[in-house]
Protein backbone atom coordinates (compact mmCIF):
# COMPACT_ATOMS: atom_id res chain seq x y z
CA UNK A 1 0.00 0.00 0.00
CA UNK A 2 1.50 3.27 -0.87
CA UNK A 3 1.84 6.29 1.81
CA UNK A 4 -1.35 8.62 2.55
CA UNK A 5 -0.02 11.83 2.08
CA UNK A 6 -3.47 12.87 4.04
CA UNK A 7 -3.36 10.69 7.04
CA UNK A 8 -3.03 13.14 10.73
CA UNK A 9 0.56 12.96 11.24
CA UNK A 10 1.45 14.20 7.57
CA UNK A 11 -1.37 16.61 8.27
CA UNK A 12 0.34 17.82 11.78
CA UNK A 13 4.06 18.07 9.82
CA UNK A 14 2.31 20.70 6.99
CA UNK A 15 0.99 22.83 9.71
CA UNK A 16 -2.76 21.65 8.65
CA UNK A 17 -3.66 20.34 11.85
CA UNK A 18 -2.82 20.96 15.49
CA UNK A 19 -0.51 19.42 18.33
CA UNK A 20 1.00 20.21 21.51
CA UNK A 21 4.68 19.98 20.72
CA UNK A 22 7.67 18.73 22.28
CA UNK A 23 10.57 19.18 20.17
CA UNK A 24 11.96 19.34 16.76
CA UNK A 25 14.50 19.10 14.70
CA UNK A 26 15.61 18.92 10.67
CA UNK A 27 14.71 15.04 10.78
CA UNK A 28 12.02 14.44 13.64
CA UNK A 29 8.81 16.19 15.60
CA UNK A 30 7.74 14.77 19.12
CA UNK A 31 4.22 15.92 20.21
CA UNK A 32 1.19 14.54 22.83
CA UNK A 33 -1.02 12.00 21.80
CA UNK A 34 -4.35 13.30 21.69
CA UNK A 35 -6.07 10.38 23.18
CA UNK A 36 -3.09 9.17 26.04
CA UNK A 37 -2.45 5.92 27.38
CA UNK A 38 -1.00 7.35 30.66
CA UNK A 39 -0.30 10.98 31.82
CA UNK A 40 2.56 11.88 29.82
CA UNK A 41 2.07 9.70 26.67
CA UNK A 42 4.13 11.32 23.76
CA UNK A 43 4.52 10.51 19.63
CA UNK A 44 7.97 10.73 17.84
CA UNK A 45 7.74 10.79 13.82
CA UNK A 46 9.78 10.96 11.45
CA UNK A 47 9.27 14.01 9.38
CA UNK A 48 10.24 12.23 5.96
CA UNK A 49 7.10 9.64 4.37
CA UNK A 50 7.07 6.47 6.05
CA UNK A 51 3.77 3.96 6.70
CA UNK A 52 6.16 1.78 9.21
CA UNK A 53 9.46 0.66 10.18
CA UNK A 54 9.64 -1.16 7.04
CA UNK A 55 10.06 2.14 4.64
CA UNK A 56 12.30 4.21 6.16
CA UNK A 57 16.01 4.56 5.59
CA UNK A 58 18.18 4.03 7.78
CA UNK A 59 19.67 7.65 8.87
CA UNK A 60 16.22 9.08 8.76
CA UNK A 61 15.60 6.09 11.82
CA UNK A 62 18.58 6.64 13.31
CA UNK A 63 17.20 9.98 14.06
CA UNK A 64 13.57 9.56 14.75
CA UNK A 65 15.35 6.45 17.36
CA UNK A 66 17.41 9.41 18.70
CA UNK A 67 14.87 11.60 19.24
CA UNK A 68 12.92 8.50 20.83
CA UNK A 69 15.23 8.25 23.39
CA UNK A 70 15.86 12.23 24.27
CA UNK A 71 12.17 12.57 24.13
CA UNK A 72 12.27 9.72 26.95
CA UNK A 73 14.44 10.69 29.09
CA UNK A 74 12.69 14.24 29.27
CA UNK A 75 9.37 11.97 30.01
CA UNK A 76 11.21 10.25 32.56
CA UNK A 77 12.33 13.41 34.05
CA UNK A 78 8.58 15.33 34.25
CA UNK A 79 6.68 12.04 35.24
CA UNK A 80 9.15 10.20 37.51
CA UNK A 81 7.50 6.93 36.53
CA UNK A 82 9.22 3.70 37.47
CA UNK A 83 8.75 2.57 33.78
CA UNK A 84 8.78 4.25 30.50
CA UNK A 85 7.42 1.91 27.63
CA UNK A 86 8.17 2.43 23.70
CA UNK A 87 5.93 1.19 21.85
CA UNK A 88 5.52 0.95 17.84
CA UNK A 89 3.41 -0.83 15.67
CA UNK A 90 3.52 -2.31 11.98
CA UNK A 91 0.19 -2.42 10.01
CA UNK A 92 -3.59 -3.09 11.24
CA UNK A 93 -3.43 -6.43 12.25
CA UNK A 94 -0.18 -4.97 14.63
CA UNK A 95 -2.90 -2.67 16.38
CA UNK A 96 -1.52 0.38 13.83
CA UNK A 97 -4.53 3.07 13.60
CA UNK A 98 -2.24 6.01 11.91
CA UNK A 99 -0.12 5.11 8.81
CA UNK A 100 3.19 7.07 9.17
CA UNK A 101 5.82 5.88 11.17
CA UNK A 102 5.93 6.88 15.02
CA UNK A 103 7.15 5.62 18.45
CA UNK A 104 5.14 5.84 21.53
CA UNK A 105 6.83 6.84 24.81
CA UNK A 106 4.29 5.96 27.05
CA UNK A 107 4.94 6.41 31.15
CA UNK A 108 3.99 3.34 33.23
CA UNK A 109 3.10 2.97 36.63
CA UNK A 110 2.83 -0.15 39.04
CA UNK A 111 -0.31 -1.80 38.73
CA UNK A 112 -1.56 0.94 36.81
CA UNK A 113 -2.99 -0.46 33.15
CA UNK A 114 -2.93 1.25 30.25
CA UNK A 115 -5.87 3.09 29.02
CA UNK A 116 -7.53 1.54 25.61
CA UNK A 117 -5.44 2.53 22.60
CA UNK A 118 -7.21 4.98 21.01
CA UNK A 119 -10.84 5.10 23.40
CA UNK A 120 -10.35 9.06 24.76
CA UNK A 121 -9.49 12.14 23.90
CA UNK A 122 -7.22 14.11 26.31
CA UNK A 123 -8.42 17.39 27.90
CA UNK A 124 -6.30 20.14 25.85
CA UNK A 125 -5.39 22.35 28.84
CA UNK A 126 -3.46 19.60 30.47
CA UNK A 127 -1.93 17.85 27.44
CA UNK A 128 -0.75 21.76 26.92
CA UNK A 129 0.86 21.60 30.40
CA UNK A 130 2.41 17.95 29.92
CA UNK A 131 4.11 19.55 26.71
CA UNK A 132 5.64 22.08 28.48
CA UNK A 133 6.41 19.82 31.39
CA UNK A 134 8.45 17.27 28.69
CA UNK A 135 9.83 20.03 27.11
CA UNK A 136 11.62 21.54 30.48
CA UNK A 137 13.09 18.63 30.91
CA UNK A 138 15.13 18.23 28.13
CA UNK A 139 18.82 17.65 27.52
CA UNK A 140 18.32 18.21 31.59
P1 LIG B 1 -1.15 3.73 16.35
O1 LIG B 1 -2.41 3.03 16.70
O2 LIG B 1 -1.14 4.01 14.89
O3 LIG B 1 0.10 3.11 16.87
O4 LIG B 1 -1.21 5.10 17.14
C1 LIG B 1 -1.75 6.26 16.65
C2 LIG B 1 -1.82 7.19 17.83
O5 LIG B 1 -2.08 8.47 17.32
C3 LIG B 1 -2.93 6.85 18.83
O6 LIG B 1 -2.35 6.67 20.11
C4 LIG B 1 -3.85 8.07 18.77
O7 LIG B 1 -4.33 8.43 20.03
C5 LIG B 1 -2.95 9.13 18.18
N1 LIG B 1 -3.64 10.12 17.36
C6 LIG B 1 -4.61 9.88 16.43
N2 LIG B 1 -4.98 11.03 15.84
C7 LIG B 1 -4.24 12.03 16.41
C8 LIG B 1 -4.19 13.44 16.22
O8 LIG B 1 -4.90 14.03 15.41
N3 LIG B 1 -3.30 14.12 16.99
C9 LIG B 1 -2.49 13.50 17.92
N4 LIG B 1 -1.66 14.28 18.62
N5 LIG B 1 -2.52 12.17 18.12
C10 LIG B 1 -3.38 11.44 17.37
Not at 42 to 49: F, G, K, M
Not at 87 to 97: L, P, S, V
Not at 99 to 114: A, C, K, M, N, T
Amino acid sequence: MSYDRNNVFARILRGELPCHKVCEDEHTLAFMDIMPQTPGHTLVIPRREARDLFELAPDALAATILTTQRVAQAVRQAFAPPGVMIAQFNGAAAGQTVFHLHFHVIPRYDGESLVLHGAKMGDSAVLAGYAERIRACLDR
